[in-house]
T-cell receptor
Framework: GAVVSQHPSRVICKSGTSVKIECRSL??????MFWYRQFPKQSLMLMAT?????????EQGVEKDKFLINHASLTLSTLTVTSAHPEDSSFYIC???????????FGSGTRLTVV | QKEVEQDPGPLSVPEGAIVSLNCTYS??????FMWYRQYSRKGPELLMY??SSGNKEDGRFTAQVDKSSKYISLFIRDSQPSDSATYLC???????????WGAGTKLIIKP
C-alpha cells in the first residue's frame, strides 16, 4: 500500500529557532498533502493543505508566516515552524490521499518540543 | 454543534469482548466514512472505508453506516489487548479532499 514517510519523529529545539519537518510519499505521487496538528488527548486539527507547485491553503487561525509549507515536488512537502515558541510544542502529522482512491495515508508524526 | 460527535472515552472492556464505537454527524452531504486507529505517538492508520449505508466487514472489524440516522459504528469482535488504541472516525465529501474528524475514542482492552 501507499507509504508516507515523515521525519524527524521527534525533535527538541530552543525557543526562537526554526524546525523543518519533511513528509515524503515513497511509492506514489501526491499532488496534495495535508498537515495536521494534534494536542494530547485531542483529535486531529487540519492546519493546511499543501499543493504541489502552488501556495498552501491554510485553515482559519493558522499563521501562514509561522508555519511555512513548501510542496516543491510530487513526493515531498515540508512544514517549517519558524521562531518556535513553547506553545508550538505539539504532535504534527502529514497525510496524502491514497492513490488507490480509498482513504488517506498518514506519516508517523513528529513530536516537537520547544524549550 | 460539532459536525462529527464522538465520545472520547476511555472505553475499557475485557479481552474477547465485542467492542462498539460510534460517531454521529450532522450534515447529510457527507458521502464517505472512515475509521482510523491511532496508537500512542503514531500517525493514524486506516481501518475501514465505506460510502454506503449498511455493513462492511474486514476480519474482526465491521463498519456500519446508517445515513438516515447519520450514525456510524465500528465493531471489533474478539477484542485483543493489541486493539488498545484511539479510534477516530472521519467523514468527507467527494467534492473535496478534506475530512472532518471525530474526537477519537480511547479503547482499552484488559487482558
Amino acid at each position: 500500500g501507499a507509504v508516507v514517510s515523515q521525519h524527524p519523529s521527534r525533535v527538541i529545539c530552543k525557543s526562537g529557532t526554526s524546525v523543518k519537518i519533511e513528509c515524503r510519499s515513497l511509492d506514489f505521487q501526491a499532488t496534495t498533502m495535508f498537515w495536521y496538528r494534534q494536542f494530547p488527548k485531542q483529535s486531529l486539527m487540519l492546519m493546511a493543505t499543501s499543493n504541489e507547485g502552488s501556495k498552501a491553503t491554510y485553515e482559519q487561525g493558522v499563521e501562514k508566516d509561522k508555519f511555512l509549507i513548501n510542496h516543491a515536488s510530487l513526493t515531498l512537502s515540508t512544514l517549517t515552524v519558524t521562531s518556535a515558541h513553547p506553545e508550538d510544542s505539539s504532535f504534527y502529522i502529514c497525510s496524502a490521499r491514497d492513490p488507490g482512491g480509498y482513504g488517506y495515508t498518514f506519516g508517523s508524526g513528529t513530536r516537537l518540543t520547544v524549550v | 454543534q460539532k459536525e462529527v460527535e464522538q465520545d472520547p472515552g476511555p472505553l475499557s472492556v475485557p479481552e474477547g469482548a465485542i467492542v462498539s464505537l460510534n460517531c454521529t454527524y450532522s450534515n447529510s452531504a457527507f458521502q464517505y466514512f472512515m475509521w482510523y486507529r491511532q496508537y500512542s505517538r503514531k500517525g493514524p492508520e486506516l481501518l475501514m472505508y465505506t460510502y454506503s449505508s449498511g455493513n462492511k466487514e474486514d476480519g474482526r472489524f465491521t463498519a456500519q453506516v446508517d445515513k438516515s440516522s447519520k450514525y456510524i459504528s465500528l465493531f471489533i469482535r474478539d477484542s485483543q489487548p493489541s486493539d488498545s488504541a484511539t479510534y477516530l472516525c472521519a467523514i468527507g465529501k467527494r467534492s473535496n479532499y478534506q475530512l472532518i474528524w471525530g474526537a477519537g475514542t480511547k479503547l482499552i482492552i484488559k487482558p
